[in-house]
């Protein structure tokens, strides 16, 4: 029987679409030692059939990105907002896709904390996906589930990276009126291994986080940090230049290995929508500068268009120039750069304390040593 090739492994996002077509249900996603899943087959059981091939969006053709057009845009309603990552749009777009009798799909974590898509019917149960996680969520079986609704007739809005609604829409294999996708602009998943030893070096003695927010906007939406609330006890703060995490994810220091040639850049987003952070926002939008968060939307289809229009009346949106929001959004046509130490980084990080790890890895320049490098500067320039 013929052998079945994926896609290469460093190419693989983990998208879970060869694993969601099998007809023989013969693929797994496992786990490697750096925490990220890949498919395996079982061979004994494969039909060679070749549909895992066929779905993989790495390994089919892409058509070339042009230009979208664009919106700055932030929900009237300030606790939203406040909860949101950039300008709380995403719930805003849920709630009407609810209040028609829709399914909501995106990323959420289960009481482990590991983080995975699920589908969500009330308006209550909106607040989990609400917000970024910086860590790769698992598909599961959401791609089935959301083909049994989209052919039940009910609508679904599907969110995720970029690469995930890729792998949604080459599963599906059609257009469905009722579906609208929506991404975001990805900055790269990080390992789930790297998020579970982080929440290890959080938890000690015995104090279980119950619930994250990777962009608390305690200091503002530009300074963000991360908080995580625990069962008991205080919470912990600390903003981006601070926290080991968020400083190594900025880092690019745990990325998927496919993050770093991302197959999604500088094609045709496969998502009708793509959210934000509406950064360069005190350069085109002053007056929209209050540092309280605003989404970058972009518009790719008329399914997308009538989806922002059903939802006008909760937002505060402005048409923008694409092309100059952008300018200030590099993760939107190019992947970060792979650091040198990443292999070493995620090794020591499952072998050790995770701070630890980032400390001696990725250290933070103390002031005093930042002291004496703009010292040694400028006595190099009187020279
Ligand atoms: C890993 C990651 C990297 C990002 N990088 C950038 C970037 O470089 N530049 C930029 O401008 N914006 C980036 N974003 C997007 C940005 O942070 C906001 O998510 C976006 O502006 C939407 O914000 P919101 O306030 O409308 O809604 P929010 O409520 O903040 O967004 C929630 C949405 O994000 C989805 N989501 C959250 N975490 C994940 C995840 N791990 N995987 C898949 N879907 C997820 C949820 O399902 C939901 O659809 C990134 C988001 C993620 C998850």
């Known amino acids: 029987m013929e052998k079945i090739e994926l896609c290469e492994r460093n190419n693989c996002t983990g998208c879970f679409a060869c694993f969601s077509a099998c007809p023989a249900a013969c693929i797994a996603m496992k786990e490697d030692k750096e925490g990220f899943l890949y498919p395996v087959i079982d061979e004994t059981r494969c039909l060679s059939c070749g549909l895992c091939r066929k779905v993989c969006p790495v390994l089919s053709e892409k058509k070339k990105a042009s230009s979208p057009a664009a919106k700055a845009s932030y929900a009237k309603d300030e606790t939203l907002r406040e909860e949101s990552s950039s300008g709380g749009v995403f719930s805003v777009l849920a709630e009407s896709v609810l209040e028609r009798g829709g399914v909501v799909f995106g990323a959420a974590f289960n009481e482990g904390m590991e983080l995975c898509?699920?589908?969500v019917e009330k308006m209550e149960d909106l607040a989990l996906l609400r917000g970024s996680k910086y860590v790769q969520s698992r598909i599961g079986d959401a791609f089935s589930l959301a083909k049994r609704y989209l052919e039940q007739g009910r609508g679904v809005l599907f969110s995720g990276t970029p690469c995930q609604i890729g792998g949604l829409k080459?599963?599906?294999?059609?257009?469905?009126?009722?579906?609208?996708?929506?991404?975001?602009?990805?900055?790269?998943?990080?390992?789930?291994?790297?998020?579970?030893?982080?929440?290890?070096?959080?938890?000690?003695?015995?104090?279980?986080?119950?619930?994250?927010?990777?962009?608390?906007k305690k200091l503002g939406w530009k300074?963000?940090?991360?908080?995580?609330?625990?069962?008991?006890?205080?919470?912990?703060?600390?903003?981006?230049?601070?926290?080991?995490?968020?400083?190594?994810?900025?880092?690019?220091l745990y990325l998927r290995p496919?993050?770093?040639?991302?197959?999604?850049?500088?094609?045709?987003?496969?998502?009708?929508?793509?959210?934000?952070?509406?950064?360069?926002?005190?350069?085109?939008?002053?007056?929209?500068?209050?540092?309280?968060?605003?989404?970058?939307?972009?518009?790719?289809?008329?399914?997308?268009?009538?989806?922002?229009?059903?939802s006008c009346g909760k937002r505060i949106t402005v048409d923008i120039d694409a092309e100059k929001a952008l300018r200030y959004n590099g993760a939107y046509y190019a992947s970060p750069s792979k650091p040198q130490a990443r292999e070493k980084v995620l090794k020591l990080i499952s072998e050790t304390d995770f701070d630890r790890a980032i400390r001696r890895l990725y250290p933070r320049k103390t002031l005093l040593q930042r002291a004496f490098r703009k010292l040694l500067r400028l006595f190099g320039k009187s020279r």
């Open 117 to 119: 898509h699920v589908a």
């Open 223 to 252: 300074k963000y940090g991360i908080r995580l609330d625990f069962q008991k006890g205080k919470p912990y703060f600390a903003p981006l230049d601070r926290d080991p995490y968020l400083r190594g994810f900025l880092a690019d």
């Open 258 to 310: 496919s993050c770093y040639a991302c197959s999604c850049k500088g094609n045709a987003p496969a998502a009708d929508l793509t959210l934000a952070d509406f950064w360069g926002v005190e350069k085109i939008l002053p007056q929209w500068n209050d540092d309280r968060g605003v989404s970058l939307i972009l518009v790719h289809s008329e399914q997308g268009k009538a989806l922002l229009e059903k």
């Open 170 to 216: 080459s599963f599906l294999n059609r257009e469905y009126d009722n579906l609208i996708t929506v991404d975001v602009i990805c900055h790269g998943v990080p390992s789930p291994l790297a998020w579970a030893q982080y929440l290890r070096s959080r938890e000690k003695k015995g104090r279980k986080v119950k619930k994250v927010s990777f962009r608390h």
